[in-house]
């Protein structure tokens, strides 16, 4: 939860921005004519910590899990992780103001559907809850977060936090949700 508050910056996107500037004055015949400047302004890409930079690390320690308990089940954390990714893309929007969203339970649904299909047998049980956990950080960190970068210059926001969109991100959601159901 504290994690969620600290961002890490790694880049700076310089842009140009028109903002509308109301007149001072009146013009004889034509009133008030509004003006259009172009500033410049700037993007922050950052990492944030509690919702990138631990359930990343979490991921990857599961990973270790998975590979030592089931190597064969190596396959459908890629493929998961595959789908998920590819259904948080084709799901997140860029939001003007407002930066990448996409709705928050679709992510752990996913990876929990694609982690049963592909993990049916009893001889799975363990691994089921990790490879979900992985499937559900993967998709929206990569999918939707990750992929849609390029969409920076039509969101303009001040900050692009990776992972940082509050307590209940959708990356940690969709992780913990997909967890606790598989």
């Known amino acids: ?44 890409i950052a990492v944030n910590l509690g919702g990138c930079l631990i359930p990343l690390a979490l991921a990857g320690f599961q990973i270790l899990v998975v590979s030592h308990e089931a190597p064969i089940a190596m396959w459908a954390v890629l493929i998961a992780s595959l789908v998920n990714t590819m259904v948080c893309f084709w799901f997140a929007r860029p939001i003007q103001g407002l930066g990448i969203a996409m709705p928050a ?22 691994v089921r809850a990790p490879v979900a956990f992985i499937a559900g950080v993967a998709g929206p960190l990569v999918g939707a977060d990750l992929l849609h970068l390029g969409d920076i210059t039509r969101i303009s926001v001040g900050v692009l936090s990776i992972g940082g969109a509050g307590t209940f991100d959708g990356i940690v959601l969709s992780g913990m949700l997909a967890a606790l159901v598989a």
């Open 1 to 44: 939860v504290a994690g969620s508050f600290v961002n890490f910056p790694v880049h700076r996107l310089q842009r140009e921005v028109e903002q509308i500037e109301a007149p001072r004055k009146w013009h004889r015949w034509l009133g008030r004519v509004p003006l259009v400047r172009r500033t410049k302004t700037e993007t922050i």
């Open 105 to 126: 339970l679709l992510p752990p649904a996913v990876s929990v559907g694609a982690t049963w299909l592909l993990l049916m047998g009893a001889e799975f049980n363990t």
